[in-house]
């Protein structure tokens, strides 16, 4: 059954984005502005012995240079998310040591961005360095310890059911082997950049890309020592994040800290180069898993050890096992996680964080698994489809997974699969096919919408909640239309701005299951307000009366449903590939993703996200990689251009469906969400389609040329 409500909104704010009014952070115009240039450090661990700044404060328009002998006071924040978050624990320029290549160690303001740039580069600076640990192989591992504090302990890395050594010796058929992926970087269109504005000594407004106002205010508010309500955080627009842009990061904390000193507007953008080091990126990984299973398919045991690597200055673990005790059905399982620290900015959230690279192992497993005992592939899925999560013991609700693979398998064309390795051909290539499954977790989180009728017949729509390009304004405008019965296009919605009711956060693909419940819930009281059922006969009611505006606010929130059910969505790739054996030329030829992620609130931009993960995926699966320089621990790939990503010609027609149904049990919308899904399950079904058309099992990330000659 296709669910899709509607065939599918224009974005609200696709004009203003592609005609360039759209005001991203940096673009915002505060006058009085100056400029803020970081230094950074060119040695990846050590210390400084000297800094001299006299030949940058020689140049008549800088302003002042701050470094760790200066550095602007900033109080330690308490660095959970219950209160404060940030993504590095240690302040910036809080002491002389270096902990990673690119660390910020200084700042240098001046009255442009050119002035203040040429003088960066005058600071001198001299270390004892230290050799830094770059490679995950020299590494050492060991348990993961709590992430984000005591408070939120990290719990679903590790987790052990059943006696997985008897499981695995009773075993007819089992498969170990290690999977790796390369460090990534989320390389957003829009750098990390600030604009810091104190109006007074205690009222800071803050532009920047924030995938969660709420909690920045909370946390700048705490790093200054003030009411909240005090600072505001401005968030219209993200370009893109994909977990980058939700807590402050080094550079926006300093920046706010100098501009408070200066008593100056501030503004601080990051070079992509800066961007490698301070704004995140995902782990390295290692993966070992193995499986064990009856002749039949039946899997009685999994074993899966996960390691990744974190930064000396704050704790992220990769959580790869997470995802293992949701997906298939096995009595017998062992779940590690382990972690390593290396000198290297702070990893963080990107897209699918954990989700993602687990399922690259696990669906590469189950892909060898299946050939080991001749089982097709998405037989083997079915017949291990498990109703409860085995680690929370809830089940499911509206879970279709098995919808998907049937659909997806349809669809594709999948039963017409030479079951040979290397006997599909075409014009001297090999071609190769190739599935794997899908899965994230629905989150929803708390938030308030205020709605306004307003006499000339438009309707105000209030919340901050962010779209980071993800569709919301236009699910938020079109719940609205449907509610109200207007056309979308008498709606507005102002949204990502601290002043507005708190909307909640924009990740873990939440923003849609958090805030159209609250919409929902808004417009109907506003009409309940009105005393009627039709916006149509309130504007009637305001244009006799001569008032201005009915108005109702309304707040939506998680109930115990999560104590009953695991909310999850799913889905299912199926790919094929062409190969040019002669020059190792790997082409993605066709691409079909079935997906379940409760209702489609925009059928557009809900295909345009999976789409977005598809193409996010085939990335990693074939091109990025963020390498460090062994001796140096400098990231030899620093921009948009060392940084291999898809274009447009290395992208297929991708194919999305949507099945299932809404899932009422999780919210009275059935929404679940659709952001991050997409991505997971990529790489695993294009390195199991390079197996079909050649026979080799290619187990690290990225498969570039040299792995296919
Ligand atoms: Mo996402 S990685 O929760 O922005």
New binding site residues.
């Given amino acids: 059954m296709n669910q899709v409500t509607g065939t599918g909104m224009n974005r609200k704010d696709g004009r203003a984005k592609v005609t360039g009014t759209a005001t991203y952070g940096a673009e915002h115009q505060i006058s009085g502005l100056v400029h803020g240039y970081l230094v950074t450090a060119n040695i990846a661990h050590g210390q400084i012995t000297h800094i001299d700044t006299q030949a940058a404060l020689a140049i008549p328009e800088v302003i002042a240079v701050f470094t760790h002998k200066n550095a602007p006071t900033i109080s330690k924040p308490t660095n959970n998310f219950m209160t404060s978050k940030i993504y590095e624990a240690r302040l910036p320029l809080s002491d002389d040591q270096i902990h990673y290549a690119g660390q910020i160690i200084g700042l240098v303001v001046a009255d442009t961005f050119e002035q203040a740039r040429h003088a960066a580069h005058l600071v001198k600076v001299e270390y004892t360095p230290q050799k830094p640990i770059v490679e995950a192989a020299k590494a050492t591992y060991k348990e993961a310890p709590p992430m984000f504090g005591e408070a939120m302990k990290f719990e679903k890395g590790n987790f052990a059911s059943g006696d997985l050594a008897s499981a695995m010796e009773s075993a007819a058929a089992t498969i170990t082997a290690t999977y790796t992926t390369a460090p990534e970087l989320h390389a957003p269109m829009e750098p990390h950049a600030i604009i810091a504005h104190w109006q007074a000594s205690d009222s800071l407004t803050v532009y920047e890309p924030s995938?969660w106002v709420v909690g920045s205010q909370r946390t700048y508010a705490e790093l200054f020592g003030l009411p909240i309500e005090q600072v505001r955080i401005v968030t219209p627009f993200i370009g893109g994040?994909?977990?980058?842009?939700?807590f402050p990061w080094s550079h926006g904390i300093l920046c706010a800290a100098v501009a408070r000193e200066l008593q100056r507007p501030l503004k601080v953008v990051l070079s992509r180069r800066q961007m490698t080091a301070n704004a995140g990126h995902r782990s390295e990984t290692e993966q070992t898993i193995s499986l064990g299973a009856n002749t039949d398919g039946s899997l009685i045991g999994i074993d899966h050890l996960a390691k990744s690597s974190t930064s000396p200055v704050d704790v992220f673990t990769e959580p790869c096992t997470g995802i293992t005790p949701a997906m298939y059905a096995a009595s017998n399982l062992r779940l590690q996680q382990e972690l390593a620290v290396m000198n290297v900015g702070v990893p963080t959230?990107?897209?699918?964080?954990g989700e993602n690279p687990g399922l690259w192992a696990l669906e590469s497993a189950m892909d060898e698994l299946a050939w080991k005992l001749d089982i097709d592939p998405v037989e083997l899925r079915l017949k291990n489809e498990t109703t409860e999560h085995q680690r929370r013991n809830l089940p499911f609700s509206a879970k279709h997974f098995g919808e998907c693979l049937r659909v997806g398998a349809e669809q594709f064309g999948w039963q017409d699969r030479p079951k040979q390795v290397g006997s599909l051909t075409r014009e001297g290539k090999l071609i190769g096919w190739g599935m794997a499954a899908s899965t994230f977790p629905a989150l929803r989180g708390m938030a308030s919408v205020t709605v306004r009728l307003l006499a000339e017949e438009t309707v105000e729509i209030l919340t901050s909640g962010n779209d980071?390009g993800t569709g919301s304004y236009t699910i938020v405008a079109g719940t609205a239309a449907q509610v109200l019965g207007l056309p979308v296009e008498q709606i507005q919605v102002k949204m990502g701005d601290s002043l507005l009711p708190n909307g909640g956060m924009?990740?873990?693909?939440q923003m849609t299951a958090t805030l159209v419940p609250a919409v929902m819930a808004a417009c109907q009281k506003v009409l309940k307000t009105a005393n009627t059922t039709t916006a149509q006969s309130a504007f009637a009611v305001l244009q006799q009366s001569g008032e201005k505006a009915f108005e109702a606010t309304a707040s939506s929130a998680p109930g115990d449903e999560g104590n009953k059910w695991a909310f999850q969505s799913w889905g299912a790739h199926f790919c094929e590939v062409s190969i040019d054996e002669e020059i190792a030329r790997l082409r993605v030829t066709r691409w079909v993703s079935v997906m379940n992620i409760g209702r489609v609130m925009n059928a557009k931009t809900a295909a345009s996200q999976v789409r977005g993960g598809v193409i996010m995926g085939i990335g990693q699966a074939l091109m990025e990689e963020c390498s460090f320089d062994p001796n140096l621990g400098y990231p030899v790939v620093y921009d948009l251009a060392t940084y291999h990503f898809p274009s447009h010609a290395d992208i297929p027609r991708i194919q999305v469906t949507f099945v299932g149904e809404p899932d009422y049990n999780f919210n009275q919308a059935g929404v679940r969400g659709v952001?991050?899904i997409g991505i997971t399950g990529v790489s695993a079904a294009i390195a199991n389609a390079i197996y079909h058309a050649t026979g080799k099992r290619i187990r690290n990330l990225p498969i570039t040329p040299d792995k296919l000659l």
Wanted: aromatic share 10%; proline share 5%.
């Fill in positions: 995938q994040g994909f977990g980058s842009k939700a959230f990107m897209r699918a964080p980071m924009a990740g873990g693909s952001g991050e």
